[in-house]
Structures are given as structure tokens and as C-alpha cells.
């Protein structure tokens, strides 16, 4: 089964109660094994809201957590620096690094944000 790293604003998506979210999460889960990054679990733990913790920690631990390593911040630096045009932010670019050091598609509403011709994106029908 491939993998599929699920960006943080899908997850929010789903935490807030989108459910044109659970519908996409639901659909990827049955396509690959759902992933996200460590940056992702430190975006969604600085915004979460009080009511919101358990649920968080509850989808979190039915993820796979990519850790970052040294090849993934290497990647992410070379991704940021050679991103002519854009003003991209460090944090994407881990994103980014950790799909393509998993081998996996990319699932996020943000597709602008990672303007990289080697990952694949997914991007869901809602906004």
C-alpha cells in the first residue's frame, strides 16, 4: 500500500467538522496508508483549541508520524533555497521533503504552496 501525507490544513478541515474532509480522509484511507509530518503535529498542537485535544491526539495516533532526519532537512533546505519566485516557508518545504523521502503523494488544499514538480499532489474537490 503507498502512502499518502496528509497536509495540516486538511486535518484542520477535519477537526473543525468539515464533512467534505472526513469524506476526503475517508477516500484516501481506503487508496494508501495515511501519514503526516512532525511539522504538521507542531501546527496542529499550536493552533488546537482546548476542545479539540483529544480529537487531536485521537487522529494523530491513527497516522503514521514521518520523523524528520537529516536527509528530509537537507531536502527541505535545497527545496527553499532553489524556489526561485516563490517566498516559501520552511515549514512547507519539511512538508514537501518528508513526501518525497516517503515516496508519497502529497494531500493538501494549499497546492501553491509546494510548487515542486517532482512531488504529486492531491488536492480535494472542497475549499
Known amino acids: 500500500m503507498n502512502a499518502i501525507l ?3 490544513d486538511v486535518l ?21 496508508a495515511l ?6 503535529v507542531a501546527e496542529l498542537y499550536a493552533g488546537v483549541r482546548k476542545s479539540e485535544e483529544q480529537k487531536t491526539a ?13 536527509e528530509i532537512a537537507e531536502t527541505a533546505g535545497r527545496l527553499r533555497r532553489n524556489a526561485r519566485g516563490f517566498s516559501l516557508d520552511l515549514d512547507d518545504c ?3 521533503a518528508t513526501a ?12 501553491k504552496h509546494y510548487p515542486f514538480d ?5 488536492v480535494p474537490a472542497y475549499h
Open 6 to 8: 496528509v497536509d495540516t
Open 12 to 32: 484542520i478541515d477535519f477537526l473543525r467538522g468539515r464533512p467534505e474532509a472526513r469524506g476526503f480522509l475517508l477516500a484516501l484511507s481506503e487508496r494508501a
Open 35 to 40: 501519514h503526516c509530518s512532525v511539522v504538521t
Open 58 to 70: 485521537q487522529l494523530i495516533a491513527g497516522m503514521v508520524v514521518a520523523q524528520i532526519t537529516q
Open 94 to 96: 519539511f512538508i514537501a
Open 100 to 111: 518525497l523521502a516517503e515516496g508519497a503523494s502529497l494531500a493538501t488544499r494549499n497546492a
Open 118 to 122: 517532482s512531488l504529486e499532489l492531491i
